[in-house]
């Protein structure tokens, strides 16, 4: 069975400090590894990407960091706001080929928490 | 605005009757993909498409149903099959390869 395991199921972190969330996956096929972000009542919206080719991926406050032989990535959240409040997910899939879709497996969540 | 359009936002089911969520894309993505979320936890696949008139099970199908007569289109109907239903329900779409999945808002389905 494909899985994606996520960790923690949830995290607390002051203003300004630094949120990290890991995942592992077992799945060597897997080759795009998105995190989604989800607020209360909505649904998740694409955060940041990565694919295995490369290690790491930076956009803004957020870090993708991706170890290959690991199986696992993790999310980074810089200078952590109280906007950044959610849940979120990671994901992978066999994005490549001529696959007419993109089928997610999904993490677990994990609901971050800043406090002001 | 191109985007994934769930509706209604808040449905309420009584034991023993069926009910469809819709769901509509406007952004001419050949794949298409029903959710489900309980709280507090991640998204299980209930059915998937990948081209119209043609669709897969994914992970939880049993109790739900769903059709893609258009490619815009892919309404899941929630069955009197299906015994837990109350939870939050998510539709996707996507293109091929590398590609983003878009998500709608959601349908929260409570059984009274």
């Known amino acids: 069975q494909q899985q994606v395991k996520q960790s923690p199921q949830s995290l607390i972190v002051q203003k300004g400090g630094i949120s990290i969330i890991n995942c592992a996956y077992e799945?060597?096929?897997?080759?795009?590894f998105p995190w989604y972000q989800q607020f209360p009542g909505k649904g998740p919206a694409l955060l940041i990407a990565?694919?295995?080719?490369?290690s790491e991926k930076k956009e803004g406050r957020f870090t993708i960091s991706f170890n290959k032989s690991a199986k696992q990535f993790s999310l980074h959240i810089m200078d952590s706001q109280p906007g950044d409040s959610a849940t979120y997910f990671c994901?992978?899939?066999?994005?490549?080929?001529?696959?007419?879709?993109?089928?997610?497996?999904f993490g677990g969540g994990t609901r971050l928490m800043v406090k002001p | 605005d191109g985007g994934i359009t769930q509706s209604p936002k808040y449905l309420f089911r009584k034991e023993g009757q069926n009910v469809t969520l819709s769901c509509e894309q406007n952004?001419?993505?050949?794949?298409m993909y029903w959710y489900r979320q309980d709280p507090g936890q991640g998204l299980r696949l209930i059915y998937y498409?990948?081209?119209?008139?043609?669709?897969q099970k994914g992970d939880i199908a049993e109790g739900y149903s769903v059709s893609r007569e258009k490619k815009e289109s892919f309404p899941l109907t929630v069955t009197s099959a299906q015994k837990n239903p109350t939870a939050f329900y998510l539709c996707?779409?996507?293109?091929?390869?590398?590609?983003?999945?878009?998500f709608g808002q959601g349908t929260r389905l409570t059984v009274v």
């Open positions: 996707a779409s996507s293109t091929s390869g590398f590609a983003e999945a878009f």
């Open positions: 799945n060597t096929a897997f080759d795009y």
């Open positions: 990565i694919r295995p080719d490369v």
């Open positions: 994901a992978a899939s066999m994005g490549s080929g001529n696959n007419a879709g993109n089928m997610l497996t």
């Open positions: 952004l001419n993505h050949d794949a």
């Open positions: 498409s990948q081209i119209v008139n043609d669709f």
